[in-house]
Every structure is written in structure tokens, then in C-alpha cells.
């Protein structure tokens, strides 16, 4: 266990080191420790390699408590429509607070508005969908109704955005695309603080999470305040999926990736260590991923980060529909 930690963190400072010393500006000697180097270290590079950082942990976190919450390694914040929940909500205050044009709120309206409307629809569809787990037997069929919820969800804000002028929906599809350079080091710190505190959370939790997986009665059984436990894996997992998409768009995968990716790494199914596994791998994850995006040489202009994501976090998902080690699944 140590051993598979010290390389996932070695790998991970690497890839963070890379990603920090990677951008369009470039500094001599002397320059990159004069008022503009730091400046553009400490303004754009430092936020975006938190926010790359904190991302992808907390996606990570939010993949492993949704997995064990319906038993099932497809489960995650993008897939059950959680990320579309949240897409809804800011797209409803993107139309109220975009027409406010000209006035010298509108920006920060905007961005607490886009925050507390991304946690209200994240909140709402994963409650939704733990109501839906009771009712329904079939956990295939619960995924395809996340997958559902989504698509409608989606339609609707695909009509909202044809009823509306492209100044109105310009902020919102520039957001849509995902990514980690928008972001203010207040901002970026503020993710990293709550993903800490959920994965501080996630930790403590995991032993009832291990005995939850196996059975609800049984969890019961040992003591387990079932309903407690389910609270706070939806309250969790909705912070967590809801603070992610509102400062960074809908990041993809990631929440099925990282946690199989700890399984690879760690081969064990023991919460105790797949959740802080998890973050680790989602954070490398989302790192490497933005690096490719943005890497200078290779791309005449930054590319978007939802496309890339998916390429990295595709082949995980396949690796799970093949079935591949079906015994840490998870399944």
C-alpha cells in the first residue's frame, strides 16, 4: 500500500510540476522572478494547477461514495445526471443574471448565482436518483434513468439556449466546454478546502461504507445508522459534484476513471484506502488531461478540456463494461 501511494504521488508531483512550468508565457532567468513572472505564477498558473488538482480529487471522492452508495462501478456524478442537474441550474441564472448588462453586480451576481443554482441542481437530481434506488430493483435500470435524466435535462437546456440570443449563452457554453483557467486563487483555494474537508469526511466514513456495500441489512446488522450514512453520501457527493461543476463545467469520466484507476494501482476494495486513492488518481488524472490541453508546441490554441478527459477517462469506463478484474470491481 505505502509503495502504490509514494508512486500515484510521485507521478502526481511530476505531472503537477510539468503542468506549473507549462504555458504560453516564458521568462529568462531573471524574469520569472520579476513582478510579471510571479504575477502570472501566482495569478493564472498557481490557480489553475489547485483547480486541476482539487477537481479531480473531489470528483475522484464523489466517484467512490456514488459506487459504493449504488453498488455499482458506473456510478458517478456525470453519468447519473448529477452534472446535468447542475448544468440546469446554471443555465437558469446564466438567462436571469446575464440580462443585467451594463451593471457593475452582474459579474459577481453571476458567479454566487451560478454556484448556488450548480449545488441546488446537483443536490436535487442526486436525491432524486437515492429515491429512484429504493424503488427500483435493477441497478442497470437505475443507471440508464440517470442517463435519462440527464438527456432531458440537457434537452432543456438546448431549448433554452435556442430561445436565447448567442449574448446571452455565450458565457454559458464557454462553461460548458470545461476548464480550469477561469478560476481565481481565492476560488481555487476554496475548492480545496471543501474537497479536503469531504475527503476528510470520506475517510471516516469508510469503514460503514465497506459494510454498506455488502448489505444494508447486514450494515444494520453491525451498527450502522443506514440512513445517517445514506444522508451523507448524497450531501457529500452533491457538494463535492456541485462546487466542481459550477467553478469548472462539467468534467467528464473522471468519477468512474479514478476510483477504478486506484483499484489498478492499489488492488484493494477497502474504502479505507480507495477513497484517498480515488483523489489521487482523479487529481493525476485531471492534471495530465489539462497539460495535453494546454501543453504549448503541440496545439496552435488551448483545447477544450471535456474532450480531452474523455480520451483519458474512456478507456477505464471500457475496462469496467469488459469486466476486467470483476473481483475489485466493486460489482
Not at 455499482?72 to 440546469?88: E, K, Q, R, T
Not at 446564466?94 to 440580462?99: A, D, E, P, Q
Not at 443554482?117 to 443507471?143: D, K
Request: with cysteine; net charge positive.
Amino acid at each position: 500500500m505505502k509503495k502504490a501511494f509514494f508512486i500515484q504521488t510521485a507521478l502526481l508531483a511530476v505531472a503537477a510540476l510539468i503542468h506549473f512550468s507549462a504555458g504560453t508565457a516564458t521568462f529568462g532567468a531573471d524574469g520569472l522572478f520579476s513582478g510579471n513572472g510571479i504575477g502570472v505564477l501566482w495569478s493564472i498558473r498557481l490557480p489553475r494547477l489547485l483547480t486541476a488538482c482539487a477537481a479531480g480529487a473531489a470528483m475522484g471522492i464523489a466517484g467512490v461514495l456514488l459506487q459504493a452508495f449504488f453498488r455499482n462501478p458506473m456510478a458517478d456524478p456525470f453519468v447519473l445526471g448529477i452534472h446535468s442537474g447542475a448544468a440546469f441550474g446554471v443555465a437558469l441564472v446564466t438567462l436571469i443574471f446575464r440580462g443585467l448588462t451594463g451593471a457593475a453586480v452582474a459579474a459577481v451576481l453571476l458567479s454566487l448565482g451560478s454556484t448556488a443554482a450548480a449545488f441546488a441542481g446537483a443536490a436535487a437530481v442526486t436525491v432524486f436518483m437515492a429515491v429512484l434506488s429504493v424503488r427500483m430493483r435493477s441497478r442497470t435500470a437505475l443507471l440508464v434513468a440517470g442517463l435519462m435524466l440527464g438527456y432531458g435535462l440537457n434537452a432543456v437546456i438546448s431549448l433554452f439556449i435556442f430561445f436565447s440570443s448567442p449574448r446571452e449563452w455565450e458565457w454559458f457554453l464557454s462553461w460548458n466546454f470545461a476548464s480550469f483557467s477561469g478560476t481565481r486563487l481565492a476560488e481555487a483555494a476554496l475548492l480545496t478546502a471543501v474537497t479536503a474537508a469531504a475527503g476528510f469526511y470520506a475517510v471516516r466514513m469508510a469503514k460503514n461504507l465497506n459494510l454498506y456495500r455488502l448489505s444494508s441489512d447486514y450494515a444494520v446488522s453491525m451498527g450502522v445508522d443506514v440512513r445517517r450514512l445514506r444522508f451523507g453520501i448524497v450531501a457529500v457527493s452533491s457538494v463535492l459534484a456541485a462546487f466542481v461543476t459550477a467553478f469548472c463545467g462539467p468534467t467528464a469520466f473522471v468519477g468512474i476513471a479514478a476510483p477504478r484507476l486506484a483499484v489498478i494501482f492499489f488492488r484493494s476494495d477497502d474504502c479505507r484506502y480507495r477513497v484517498p486513492a480515488a483523489a489521487l488518481s482523479g487529481a493525476l488524472l485531471t492534471t495530465a488531461a489539462d497539460l495535453a490541453a494546454k501543453l504549448p508546441g503541440l496545439w496552435t490554441t488551448a483545447l477544450p478540456l471535456n474532450p480531452v478527459l474523455s480520451f483519458f477517462g474512456l478507456p477505464f469506463v471500457f475496462a469496467v463494461l469488459l469486466g476486467e478484474r470483476r473481483e475489485l470491481s466493486g460489482e
